[in-house]
């Protein structure tokens, strides 16, 4: 490549007020920095409302580029002062949003301070005031709004930062490294020194300063080193980190064991923040996290909490490899870092509990959030090729679809040759800032597989659709695959791809196969042919969903209900059931299904589902998985011009028409599951899961008996899974049961954010009829602010996901969701634009609501001072 200095000019907006359009960025546009930052030191004087940042940083010329002027990014901060080698300077001017120097050497020490008010950052990025105390986000780009600097990940430095600030409000000063003095300067406040021995991107910096208490641990790495462990919580919530704490134990060996990855510094903090854009960050040695994905009891945290909280506790430390001592070159290489690391914190989470359950959660999340994605106007593949704003692009295509990519080499590779592959990638980019095309190299020469067509994965965007038939002529099976990758924005026309299927042939008598196959689809069609078959056997296809592609198999409702019951691949076996309820479904739902055909298939259906019931093989935790009715999203990704209403009528009519038939199996299941006593082991938790699965069955066939049974589960609830599932149910239902357990609800957890989190989401989440009201209502309720990410998620996120209420056919919901983003971009332009995609689904529904849903996102656009983030994708989803 030739190198050409990156004078080209970078976007001058900051957040709050962007000019329309926001200039685009292309990933082919990508320069190496035409400087260099090895040593970054600041000097932090914090203040609530006013911090002043001193930075030094060493910059040095990149040999390969000449005669550039060094220039240094900012976002809504201004230079105090600037000096050159410790003498002021003038000979810096602003262009735009930058800082410019013109620099006569090779090597300078350059430095500017700068001023911030840490309280009035209601974006939540650079530093910020959440609860009294200072924290940061720098990633992606929050960084520049601390102080000028490169701010783009292959530019690394060694940190030096020291903190002082006043000793009753900020007791505790932390950022990345290591401790290396502290002091008191006698006049009420105090000091500390932070030094990290690694190179690090500006946005992995972070500190933190305020009233804090630790939970303590230690752990010895696999070569012998101690690891102090830390985690950080306001007081009073220290009761809850045990669960948090052990989850980084189990990472650590983990990650030793299944990547031989070990830790790298003396000390490793976590810290839990009340407002959070987003879920967690893995800053080097000071991961901040939001409060819900650190703190778990059992009184507040459900079974799926305390799952999320090792999944994102895990997530978070295996990028200390994947991430931190490997980084990514540009944004556009993002999935380098969170596609893998997902894959990770999947594999740990499985090695840590049921790993055929993690995988179906793990699809039901692809379903749910990335198929929708990949079939709308926002679809884009794991590499995107550009964007207005990098924010927009942390979403469920570059982390979950970029997790089954890589979980596709380890499938084509075998776990031993992609963990060679892995080795080679460490080995090869260690301290470097790499790029997806890195990644590819290197497992192909550590697992040795060729991938080149593979590679297509990358730059193709959309769900590829596989239709699979299988013929039978003597004594020889013949698979018939084909395959086609979907039109999607910017790409009109795609090219086959390799689709790694994993299957089986069912002997029809036995249930039983012959071993498993892995078939390679590298074409548009392909054949394959299976001797030593003399009946024809049934087809077991995409088992553990080896491929993340919408598979057509046409099967008859009769091989799927074998599958259901024989498959040996518990994935297949719940894969199995949810295409004949989708099959069903849908033909309910476009009309297709006579009265004849409604009847057989609910009766295939009941006839499936009691057979799960009644299997004494099945532990509770995968019974409870099986039951799982498909979601609306992905049922709506299945017809044409859906009409949510319908969508939403017909899987509750068949959950109805469920509970009916298998009453006293729902009965029986609750009777049981409640006897079995609060405890974290999965068949405690598999109780609890089908304890709330039959309740919710008997709330669409039974609404008295399930009230009354929710009623109870709710007052005798000695844990918040069963008093969710209980509320939730509850919810639901017309019932005076409902505002009275509402009540006792929020009486009793007023002190709790989290949970008063949880009351805000059922009620926005339900299915009952007035649903839409109720948010109405609880946007003007006291607990309800703007200015907190959770909250503001709890209520409205949940609300749009609930399309019987959303969908409202006045266009009612698509105006709260409006105004919403009207009044949050201003506030927090990233949490404002994550609810466009709702909005933005208008293809894929009925043309009325479409039509309502474009004027919300037309009256969005005409907004003046929109954020960058919110425009693009707003103007996206119009396209
Ligand atoms: N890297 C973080 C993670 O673990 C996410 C940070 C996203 N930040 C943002 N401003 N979009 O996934
Ligand atoms: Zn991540």
């Known amino acids: ?462 769900t590829p659709r596989v239709t699979a038939r299988l013929d039978h002529a003597g004594d020889t099976a013949t698979l018939h695959l084909a395959q086609q990758v979907p039109a999607t924005p910017d790409q009109p026309s795609k090219q086959p791809m390799p689709i790694p299927l994993r299957i089986a042939l069912l002997d029809r008598a036995t249930g039983r196969h012959a071993g498993e196959h892995l078939v390679v689809l590298d074409t548009a069609e392909a054949r394959f042919d299976f001797p030593g078959h003399a009946q024809p056997p049934v087809l077991s296809i995409n088992r553990g969903f080896s491929a993340p592609v919408a598979l057509d198999a046409g099967q008859s409702d009769a091989d799927l209900v074998f599958l259901a019951a024989h498959d040996d691949d518990p994935f297949a076996r719940y894969e199995a059931l949810q295409r004949l309820i989708v099959g069903h479904l849908t033909g309910a739902i476009d009309g297709t299904l006579d009265a004849a055909g409604r009847q057989a298939g609910r009766e295939a259906i009941g006839g499936a589902l009691a057979a799960v019931l009644d299997d004494p093989a099945l532990d509770d935790l995968m019974r409870g998985e099986l039951l799982i009715l498909p979601a609306e999203s992905y049922l709506a990704e299945q017809v044409a011009a859906a009409d949510p209403v319908s969508i939403r009528r017909e899987r509750e009519a068949l959950k109805a028409w469920l509970a009916d038939r298998l009453a006293d199996r729902f009965l029986a299941l609750h009777d049981r599951a409640i006897l079995v006593p609060y405890s974290l082991d999965a068949a405690a938790r598999g109780a609890r899961k089908v304890k709330t699965q039959a309740l919710v069955y008997l709330a669409a066939g039974r609404p008295e008996e399930a009230a009354r049974r929710a009623a109870a589960q709710y007052d005798a609830a000695d844990n918040m899974t069963d008093r969710q599932g209980a509320m939730m149910v509850l919810c639901g239902l017309d019932t005076p049961l409902r505002a009275q357990k509402l009540a006792d609800f929020h009486a009793r957890y007023a002190a709790d954010a989290l949970v008063i989190d949880k009351w805000f989401s059922l009620q926005a989440g339900s299915l009952h009829p007035a649903a839409l009201d109720h948010v109405r209502a609880l946007a003007g309720h006291p607990d309800m602010t703007l200015t907190n990410p959770n909250r503001v998620r709890s209520l409205y996120m949940a609300f749009a996901a609930n399309a019987g209420a959303f969908h409202a056919a006045d266009g009612s919901g698509y105006r709260i969701i409006a105004d919403l983003i009207l009044a949050l971009d201003p506030l927090n332009a990233q949490t404002a634009a994550r609810f466009v995609p709702p909005l933005g689904r208008w293809r894929r529904i009925d043309p009325g609501r479409a039509a309502l849903m474009r004027a919300e996102l037309e009256r969005i656009l005409a907004a003046p001072r929109l954020s960058r983030d919110t425009y693009e994708q707003v103007s996206r989803s119009l396209g």
């Open 1 to 462: 490549m030739d190198l050409l200095p990156d004078t080209a000019p970078p976007p001058t907006a900051n957040a709050e007020t962007a000019p329309t359009p926001p200039p685009v960025i292309r990933r082919a546009d990508y320069r190496p920095p035409a400087w260099l930052v090895p040593e970054v030191a600041l000097d932090f004087a914090l203040g609530l409302d006013a911090t002043t940042v001193r930075a030094e940083l060493t910059v040095r010329r990149n040999p390969a580029i000449d005669r550039a002027p060094l220039r240094l990014a900012g976002d809504g901060i201004a230079a105090r002062a600037v000096t050159v080698d410790g003498l002021p300077s003038n000979a810096w001017r602003m262009d735009g949003a930058d800082l410019v120097i013109d620099l006569p050497g090779a090597e300078h020490r350059i430095g500017i301070e700068t001023a911030i008010n840490p309280a009035a950052n209601s974006q939540l990025m650079g530093l910020y005031a959440s609860g009294g105390m200072l924290c940061t986000q720098c990633e992606a780009e929050g960084f520049r709004r601390i102080t000028f600097h490169p701010d783009r990940p292959d530019v690394l430095s060694v940190y030096r930062v020291r903190l002082s600030g006043d000793k009753a409000r900020f007791p505790v000063l932390l950022a990345n490294g290591n401790c290396i003095a502290t002091g008191d300067h006698g006049d009420g406040t105090h000091w500390a020194e932070w030094h990290d021995p690694w190179p690090k991107p500006s946005y992995l910096f972070a500190l933190v300063a305020g009233d804090l208490v630790a939970t303590r641990d230690r752990f010895t790495t696999m070569s012998g080193r101690a690891v102090e462990l830390a985690i950080w919580v306001r007081p009073g919530d220290e009761g809850r980190t045990a669960h948090a704490m052990r989850s980084l134990i189990q990472s650590m060996r983990w990650d030793e064991e299944a990547f031989g990855r070990e830790y790298d510094l003396d000390l490793f903090n976590i810290v839990a923040v009340s407002d959070f854009n987003m879920g967690a960050m893995e800053n080097k040695g000071l991961n901040v996290f939001n409060t819900r994905y650190v703190l778990a009891d059992p009184e507040t945290a459900t079974d799926g909490d305390y799952d999320a909280v090792e999944g994102v506790i895990g997530h978070e430390y295996f990028h200390n490899w994947s991430g931190n001592r490997v980084t990514c070159r540009d944004w556009f290489q993002l999935s380098l870092k969170e596609g893998f690391t997902v894959l990770r914190d999947q594999l740990f989470s499985a090695a840590m509990g049921s790993e055929p359950v993690k995988r179906i959660e793990d699809v039901r999340v692809l379903r749910a959030a990335q198929f929708p994605e990949d079939s709308g106007p926002l679809a884009h593949p794991i590499r995107p090729d550009s964007y207005q704003e990098i924010s927009n692009f942390y979403t469920a295509t570059v982390y979950n679809k970029g997790a089954e990519v890589i979980r596709m080499m380890r499938t084509l590779a075998g776990p031993e040759r992609f963990r060679a592959g892995c080795d080679l990638y460490f080995a090869r980019h260690d301290g470097e800032a790499a790029t997806c095309e890195d990644f590819i190299r290197a497992i192909e020469e550590g697992a040795g597989l060729d991938l080149t067509q593979f590679r297509l994965w990358y730059s193709q965007a959309g």
